[in-house]
Every structure is written in C-alpha cells, then in structure tokens.
Nanobody
Framework: QVQLVESGGGSVQAGGSLRLSCAAS????????MGWFRRAPGKEREGVAA?????STIYASSVKGRFTISKENANVYLQMNSLKPEDTAMYYC???????????????WGQGTQVTVSS
C-alpha cells in the first residue's frame, strides 16, 4: 500500500502562484509514476502533470509553461504559476505504474487539496 497526503492548496488571485506538495509513504519503491489531477465543480477529473522515477514529465496542454512538476525522494511537488480562475479545482496526487495522464492507470490517491483562483 502507498499513502499519499497533499498540502499547499489555498486561495490566490489570478496571476499568483501556489506550490502543492504530496508526501508519499508505505511501499513507495513500487511506484513508477506520480501525477497530479484536478476536478473542478461539475467537470470530469483531468490529468494535470505526471513524473516518473527517471524524472521524465508530461503535462496537460492547458498548464504547459505555467506548471512544473518535480520530485524529491518519495515526495512530488507541483509549482503553479500564472494561475487562472479556470485552474480552480480540487487537486489530487496519485501514484501508478506508468507515465500517463489517464487517471484509470493510477492505483493510489490522496484526499485532495483545494485551489481557488479569483479574478
């Protein structure tokens, strides 16, 4: 089992920045990829960014150039710059066996942290 705990969410004005953190514990040696996903009210969950054990990354087109995913040991981070109101969502950290933004690939999920961007 892998446990994931997100932190760092909050409220910010458009153009601002936030840094999300995800602390992983348990059988983290079995994790190949960690990703960030988000779900806005009334919308489907979508993949935002993911990183694998080699440091390879992928991003959704909507956040490319504004968000940066990184990792250190068993923890993963999401630096979010130039935030827009449409970035408002609950953000989730997830762990899985492949580098993808397809949420069905991920086995373990955190509880989420709320990000609210006001205009």
């Amino acid at each position: 089992q892998v446990q994931l705990v997100e932190s760092g969410g909050g409220s910010v004005q458009a153009g601002g920045s936030l840094r999300l953190s995800c602390a992983a514990s348990g059988y983290t040696y079995s994790v190949y990829s960690m990703g960030w996903f988000r779900r806005a009210p009334g919308k489907e969950r979508e993949g935002v960014a993911a990183i694998n054990t080699y440091g390879s990354t992928i991003y959704a087109s909507s956040v490319k150039g504004r968000f940066t995913i990184s990792k250190e040991n068993a923890n993963v981070y999401l630096q979010m710059n130039s935030l827009k109101p449409e970035d408002t969502a609950m953000y989730y950290c997830a762990a899985g066996p492949a580098l993808t933004l397809w949420d069905a690939n991920y086995n373990y999920w955190g509880q989420g942290t709320q990000v609210t961007v006001s205009s």
